[in-house]
T-cell receptor, first 111, second 114 residues
Framework: GENVEQHPSTLSVQEGDSAVIKCTYS??????FPWYKQELGKGPQLIID?????GEKKDQRIAVTLNKTAKHFSLHITETQPEDSAVYFC??????????FGTGTSLTVIP | KAGVTQTPRYLIKTRGQQVTLSCSPI?????VSWYQQTPGQGLQFLFE???????NKGNFPGRFSGRQFSNSRSEMNVSTLELGDSALYLC?????????????FGPGTRLLVL
């Protein structure tokens, strides 16, 4: 089955700096890659996603890049704010509606 | 539109008991997926239901089962509870008719097995 690795597991940045989280996947059939943000006591919330026919996607301060050849994708958050502090998960979907998640990155933005 | 709702939000059970969790998807969504989230194993896929049929299944023992009703609401059942079943159980929904489709998660049911 698909195996998704995510790094780093924890990340601390100063407010205003950028944060980058990286994921790799193993199954070349994976063609959909969502990123979720999970705050304490809540379910994961989609923040951005990318499909396999696109190399990069941006939504305001958040961007995701995908390299299908190398089987890796990354989340970039610019101008970080304290409210960005949360756990972030990447996922890959090789079969449709069966997401394989990374182990999560706990992001702390220091004011 | 209302989001995905899950009931109950918290449950405490003892070993050997069984439990039923409920999930109501976003209106119009026909696919419901269930995930188990634990600190040690992270988020793991349990199963997916679409139009009352189980379409995908993860690698969990048969003690974990589910069903979906004609209104797309779904329940999952865990029988003969073990301590290791303590987890946050999340359900997610989407339209289910295409691949590369976003899943929208509910707040989860936190199950504690004593």
């Amino acid at each position: 089955g698909e195996n998704v690795e995510q790094h780093p597991s924890t990340l601390s940045v100063q407010e205003g700096d950028s944060a980058v989280i990286k994921c790799t996947y193993s199954d070349s059939a994976s063609n959909y890659f969502p990123w979720y943000k999970q705050e304490l006591g809540k379910g994961p919330q989609l923040i951005i996603d990318i499909r396999s026919n696109v190399g990069e996607k941006k939504d305001q301060r958040i961007a995701v890049t995908l390299n299908k050849t190398a089987k890796h994708f990354s989340l970039h958050i610019t101008e970080t704010q304290p409210e960005d502090s949360a756990v972030y998960f990447c996922a890959a979907d090789p079969t449709g509606n069966q997401f394989y998640f990374g182990t999560g990155t706990s992001l702390t933005v220091i004011p | 539109k209302a989001g995905v709702t899950q009931t109950p939000r918290y449950l405490i059970k003892t070993r050997g008991q069984q439990v039923t969790l409920s999930c109501s998807p976003i209106s119009g969504h026909r696919s419901v997926s269930w995930y188990q989230q634990t600190p040690g194993q992270g988020l793991q896929f349990l199963f997916e239901y679409f139009s009352e049929t189980q379409r995908n299944k993860g690698n969990f023992p048969g003690r974990f089962s589910g069903r979906q009703f004609s209104n797309s609401r779904s329940e999952m059942n865990v029988s003969t509870l073990e301590l290791g079943d303590s987890a946050l159980y999340l359900c997610a929904s989407n339209l289910g008719g295409a691949t590369q489709e976003t899943q929208y998660f509910g707040p989860g049911t936190r199950l504690l097995v004593l």
